[in-house]
């Protein structure tokens, strides 16, 4: 997907737990990142691709709503459970700025 954004000329700021993925990445054209949320704070748009709910939740609460800017586009490509789907929705909804 990242390389697929970089050959769209979209810069991409990557975060990967993987060496490899990451090496991957920087190899395709992507900048590396230093964390996730360093990822975050540079984009307009967030894709994330995780194995488990877990990860989603846990990577949504603790790097992406806290440094997301308002207005951001958030995109979760994980295969995951509808209950983490929804939970990680219900607490951006309940940490969205009010207009």
Partial sequence: MAASLVRASHLVHAYDLSEQAMSAAVASGCVAARSAADAVRAG??????????GHVRA??????????????LLIDCSTIDVESAR??????????PVS
């Fill in 44 to 53: 307009d748009a967030v894709i994330t691709m995780l194995p488990t709910g």
């Fill in 59 to 72: 990577v949504y609460g603790d790097a992406i709503l806290p440094n997301a800017r308002p207005g951001t």
């Fill in 87 to 96: 939970a990680v929705a219900a607490e951006r909804n309940s940490s969205a």
